[in-house]
Structures are given as structure tokens and as C-alpha cells.
DNA sequence: CTGTTAGCGCCTTCAC
DNA sequence: GTGAAGGCGCTAACAG
């Protein structure tokens, strides 16, 4: 009935030895003689015994235990990212704390702070929408908690990060829509100071430019991503004279909420408006009717990648740290075509 | 330049305190004047100090961790999951450590491992596919870790879990597509001695009888859940004389694989053949033709219950955790009805 | 009110 | 080859 797991001291004691030579036997130090190795590591594995890496971190300061913060587990992107995180992760030993940031700034903040209490080593995370105050952040330097951040990053340059080209992406949306033949391309927005908003729509205007198309500004519409709001910004562009021929919308779910709206609207999807999105869920190859195209961002291998950085910078020495240099990861994002019954 | 995180120790030099002195402060502990513990606090807060974790942890033996081992993060069931353990653990000041078995049982003994290494006070398990021997989690009772499987758990009785009724799913299942006049009904099944799989074919088998339906033998078909196989089972059901009118799926991933496969044959999908399905995939809410009903689980709500008994199960005496009483908790799924422009 | 001591489990000198 | 001692950061029991 004894419940405790057991310590090398128990086994020390079943042998009649010191704990630390029970210890140098389980790590095959050199100076114990084999016979004894020998006894220690039968005792051990009778009891099932593992160290206990509490402890161990105590000693080390290391915890072998990575933070993840991200603003929802639930969609699409994340899961995938978190999923390239915790392989890569796992595959060397690390384990994965994670927690969702629900696109709320103070969540955000107990996070970290929770993180930081428990000593992670290193840190990934993609930043909650709304996030301007980056204090929080901060704090982990002093710390020296190494972080990457993946997706969503904020825009200071001495912090490491894996993103990915959205400006590229969206040039690529364009392009693509207008080699179709459209002109009257619409833009549904996500907030406005958002980095990764920005990058879309400096992509959008670069290539308006290079394919001499007139920026209008009536169609660029903006969505706070709920779904109403979506539609809303929808019904406008609906309700130009001249409206779009094309869709682009700042990820997948706001252009099925967009798409959706359309349909109501007795709008054929992608016949009278073509619609093109970023994020490029999944399930898009089971749908009859997914938009034209979307920007796949590649989250699994962002995950993988930000853990790969965050490991390499775990292994630099603590003190080379803090000066950086500071990588900044950049991939480059695929315009997937979805090809239907047409 | 300083870059260790300050100690209890650090804090006490400075002001000429002890370091329980400090320890008690910190912890308003009455015995101290309150101009100690506002001293105390000043300088903490200062150097912006934070508990050291894994030092309390070692002392108390409580992490206030839990783990999480679920076969594919990237599911939209058990990312909806995790979300609810997250929100339900982080607002009672645990975290979540995660780990993905990949329906893999050697990943998932390796993962047991880590957590239990890693010493989390509580784990929550849905178990992969294919695990039959369950000796790693015997060695769990041992460390005397609770444990509560959701979704998937082994079938002794001495063991904690919050799982779905699936049988009353297939139930509502069968009854639905009878209402709507269907008598030739298949059922797409998962693997065959998983408790999941077989709980559905009792409802099937139970329904049928209720209904005054014979069963025929050739409307059930097997997948192992990938899409070849799934294609494969469709196929089979395709090329019999008097094919079924109606399909229910093992789940909406093998929903979509067998639409994708008749719609490719020319079937009009819930017009020449109707689908049902099992998880209900929240995007379906998006597609032209999902499954004409799917039967839902409630996976955040599976994640959350299933933390809560866990937190309550940590709540009591270590000694009286191991005889029981084991609560299983099933909860009632609900059969979602998708209507459409129809 | 506050300081001292001891110990959580492990590893790492230093000593024999 | 092996043992003893000290310490990682913190708290709890025992002294004052």
C-alpha cells in the first residue's frame, strides 16, 4: 500500500549504499565498479523507479518543458502548428505546456506569468489579436526564457520569429484572380493595426500596381472576424454599383462566413463572385464549393520550425543570449488551388 | 546584466530578514508585522520576483500540472477537447501539459513516461485505437497519479471516465433516417473490437429490432478509417443489388471519405443515398451538403467534465483515491439535424 | 514577531 | 570504488 514513487535513497537503502553512488550507478559513472552498477540498476527497475525531474530541475534549472501560447486550440491553424510543435518537441525530450490566449490581452498576460512560475525553458507563441502592450513580454528577458514567436508576432526587431510572406500570399491571390480575368477584386480586412493585416494589404496594393489596376478603396471592406461583422462587410460590397467580380478575405473562416452570406444573397459562389481566402482549412477537399483558392501557410512546419529555432537557442549558452542575433524565419506561403467538378 | 530570477534568499539579504521570514511575509502569514511584509513585498515586487514552481513542487509533491494524451491534436473532436481542459484547468491554476499518441501505442506508453517523470499531479487519457495492453497505465496507480480516460477508455470497471452514450447516438441515429421512410440502412463501421465501434453496433443492432428491420449482414462495412479503406467500403456497398438508401458513418472523417467516393460514382449525395454521421464537425455548418445529421458529442464539454472530476478526485485523501468508488460519467449525445436549401 | 534547522530528491564536489 | 556533505528554492516545525 505504500503509494510514494520511489527515490534513489530507498534503493540506496535496499543495497546498503550511499545515494550517491546510487545515483553515479543509474548514470554509469566510470568509478562504480560494474558489479554494483549492475545490482543498483536491477533494484531500480524492480521498483520501477524514474527520476524524479522536479528535482532534477531544481538542481539544473532546466525543466526540459516548453510554453506554448496561442489564442485558440479550436481552429484549424493552431491545431496543426501545435501539433508540429509537440513532434518536434517530443522527439527531443521536451514536453509541452500550452495554453489559449482567447485573443485576450489579459489572458495573454496570466499565461506568461503562469509559464514563468513554472520555469519553462523556452517559450512559442502567436500573439492574441488585440495585443498592443507587449510589457508582458518583456519580463521573460530578465528572466532569460528564450522566446520564438510563430504567426502572429509583434513587430520590434529583436525577437526571434517564424512567420510567414503574407504580402507574397497575397500576391499571389491577386495575381492568380487576375490571370482569371477579374479586375474588380475586393478585399475583406481583418483588424486594422494587425500585422498580418497590413502585410496582405500591402500585398493587395503592390499588386493592383503591377497589374495596372485602379485601387478602389470601396472594395476594401473590414471585418472584426465575427461573423456577423463579416457579413456585414459583405452586404457592402454587395450593395456597389459596380460591385466585385472577386473576393479575397483575410483567412478561412471569415470567407465562409462571407461565402455564406453570398449564397443567401442568391449569389452563385465563384461563378457571379470568385472567392479566394488564406489559411486553407483542411476540409476545403471535401467541399463542393470551398473558395477558388487559398493561402496555405504551412502551420504544421511553422510549428516544427519555431520549435526547431527555440531549441537551438536553448542550446547557445545563457549569457549569448540576450544580444541576439535575432532570427527572424520567413516562409514562404503556396496559393492552393482548389480544382472541382467544373 | 544579472540574469537569474531572484530568490527568497536575494530578498532576505537585502532587507537583513531570514528567509522564512521573507517566505512568511510573502504569504501574509499573521505572525509578521505588517510593516515587515510591506517591506518585503516593496522589494519583491521590485525585482519583480516570482515563486520558484518546481521548488514548491518538490517540497509539496504536487505539481499543479496536468497531463493530457490524446491520439491527433489536429481532430476537430479533441482540439474542441483539449480547449475545454485548458479553460476549465487554467481557471482553477493548473496547467496542461499535452502530448499526441498518433493512435500509436508505443508513443503513447512513451508519453505516460514523460508525464509521469514529469511527476503531473493528474492525467487525462483518450486512449489510442489500437492500445490493448493497458500496463502503462497500471504503473500509474503505482505513483498513485489518477487518472480520467474521456472519449476513448479501456472497459474495466476499476477506472474514471467521461464518455458519450454512443449507443443512444446510433440510436437517434437509426431512428431519423427511418422517420425519413429509409428501411435499407448501412453503417460504415471503425475498427472492430474498438468499444466505441462495437457500442455503435449494438445501437444499430438494438434500433433495428425496435423498428422491425432486419438486419442484413451486407449493409455492414468495415474501414480502418482511412480514406482507401473507407472508398474501399463504399465500394462494396455500391455494388450490391438492393444498395442501401442510407449510410451512417463511424465518424464525419469517413462520412466525408464515403460522400467524396459516391459523389465521384454519381450519386446524389442524401438524394439517391442519405448520410448520418457521428462528431458533427462544426464546419459543417459551412458546407452546401453535409451529412443530413450527425451526432454530436460535445467534445469541449467531454474535456471539461472530465477535468472537473479530476480536480475533485485530486481533492481527496491520496490514501482513499485507489479502491474508488470509479465514476463514469456518460454523458447524452444529441443528433444534429443539418437543414438545408431543400 | 523572527531566526534556525531540516528536508523535499537529486547531483556534485571532496574525502577516504 | 564508495561515502559524506552541501546545495538547488522553498516551506514547516521548532526555538526563541
Redo the contacts between chains.
Sequence with gaps: MK???PTIKEIAKMLNLSASTVSRALHDSRNISPATIKRVKEVAAEL?Y??????M??QS?K?L?LGVILP???E?FF??A??GI??FA?EH?Y??????SHDDTNREK??V???????VDGLLISIAKNTKDFSHFE?LR???IPVVFFDCAPETSDIHSVTCKLEAGMNEAVEFLSKKGHTRIAYISGPRDLLANRERMAGYHSSLKLLNIAFNPQYVVHSDLSKESTHYAMQNLLSLKAGPTAVIAFNDYVA?DA??YASKMNIRINKDISFVSFSN???YN????PPLASVEQFPYRQGQRATELLLEILNTV??ER?QGPFQKIILEPRLFIHTRFS
Tied chains: 1, 2.
Excluded: W
Design positions: 503509494k510514494r514513487a520501477e524514474e527520476p524524479n525531474q522536479t528535482a530541475f531544481l534549472g525543466t518543458t485558440h486550440l479550436t484549424a491545431s496543426q501545435i501539433s509537440e513532434d517530443s525530450n514536453n509541452v505546456l500550452m495554453g489559449q496570466k499565461i506569468e503562469a509559464m514563468k512560475n513554472h520555469r519580463a530578465k528572466y532569460d465562409l461565402m455564406q482549412l483542411p476540409v471535401y467541399m463542393e464549393n545563457k549569457g540576450a
